[in-house]
């Protein structure tokens, strides 16, 4: 088979990388691709939202499979263009795509069909959110409605912060369209915790459970960035939490959509709060989160590839999915400035000395510029270590994570590390 993936970052790699182990694969092209994904695929240049162009692509180039990494060209209805068109497409349909697309759409969808979630008020005129918030108790979340690139939730301490939020997001419009409508919901206070499942619209199958740490500084502390790290799976989800997740949120969300004429297939990525109070959904995505995909896929055992096929063509088969009993500790290298300015087209160095039987390296910001690899984002390198238990894989992610160079680096240096404490002898 010919499989196109679209996207440029750690998670498309990462996809690359588990699907070219497929004895089904015959090549794989990406768009736009980086570095790391130029040594298993072909980059064709076309940015991800250019929807017709890369459906141009798939049928000149007789691509059998499109598989889409990010929100953007999904929710702009990628997987509608390409399937009027005859061309096969893993991932949502612009109207499933929706739970991710818009927040106060989400949050309703949870409401009507009793999916926990945390209480909220949806607001399209930005007089009344102002009235709101006055009169609010705090810390509360403000959160524009659509797409933002990660940094349209903000929570709020106190009046004036809240305030300026709504300001920002409904008056000087700084996210554009996507503030139109208001999210304003209660603060949820607990362990976030990641489950990604793949559906065939009816049958949902739970991949292993994992956490992101999303703030820029070791503790948790600083501003939000698209993800700093990860670890899978996390001990914070037992079975029988697991078990709840999918009867309570997984199931009644695929059903829902369904049933509402919007049958979802591909990869459902619900956010949590494990709170004293139960599970709550804090978002939901429409696709592989990142960097949970880093660390979450090194742990299939199945072939993606059939997944992929099985699910676009409606019928995904529950005990094909199978789970290495193993874990993973994924790092990722930023380049100085980051998730502000940051600084491009520093010389990576110290690739060759990784030792690959401890881990992978997975690239998200990197170009090839004549022979030198260089930085061409904030997010350059993810480095999966995987062990058989988590402190080992979060020694392997470091020890390889210390061997590669370029000016400027930084890294979190807890990655894991609380879980790893918290279960003790686990590993
Ligand atoms: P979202 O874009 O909705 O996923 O929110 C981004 C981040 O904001 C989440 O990953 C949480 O860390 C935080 N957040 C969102 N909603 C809440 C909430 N209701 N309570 C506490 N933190 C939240
Ligand atoms: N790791 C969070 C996300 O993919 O949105």
Known sequence: MKILVVGKGGREHAICWKLSQSKEVEKIYAAPGNAGIGMIAECADIAIDDLKGLADFASSRGIDLTVVGPELPLTLGIVDEFESRGLKIFGPSQKASV???????????????????ASFKIFTE????????????????????????????????NRDEACATVEKIMVQKVFGSAGLKLVIEEFLQGEEVTVMAF????????????????????????????????????????????????????????????????TYKGVLYVGLMLTTRGVKVLEYNCRFGDPETQAVLPLLESDLVEIFVNITEGYLNIDEIKWAEKSTATVVLASGGYP???????????????????????????????????????????????GSGLKEAIKNAYRNAEKINFENVFYRKDIGWRAANRVGNFG
Not at 99 to 117: C, N, R
Not at 127 to 154: I, M, N, R
């Open 99 to 117: 739970i991710e697309g818009s927040k106060a759409f989400a949050k309703d969808f949870m409401q009507k069909y009793h999916i926990p979630t």
């Open 340 to 386: 502000g300015n940051y600084h491009t087209g520093k010389v990576i160095k110290g690739l060759d000395q990784v030792n690959p039987a401890e881990c992978l390296v997975f690239h998200a910001g990197t170009k090839k510029l004549d022979k030198e690899l260089i930085t061409n984002g904030g997010r350059v390198l993810g480095v999966t270590g995987i």
């Open 126 to 157: 930005h007089f009344e959110a102002l009235d709101f918030v006055k009169g609010a108790g705090y810390p509360l979340v403000v959160k524009a409605d659509g797409l933002a690139a990660g940094k349209g939730a903000v929570v709020c301490h």
């Open 199 to 262: 559906t065939d619209g009816k049958n949902v199958v739970p991949m292993v459970s994992s956490q992101d740490h999303k703030r820029i500084y070791d503790g948790d502390k600083g501003p939000n960035t698209g993800g700093m790290g990860a670890y899978a799976p996390t001990t914070l989800i037992d079975s029988k939490t697991m078990k709840l997740v999918y009867d309570e949120i997984l199931e009644p969300t695929v059903q829902g959509l369904a049933s509402e004429g919007r």
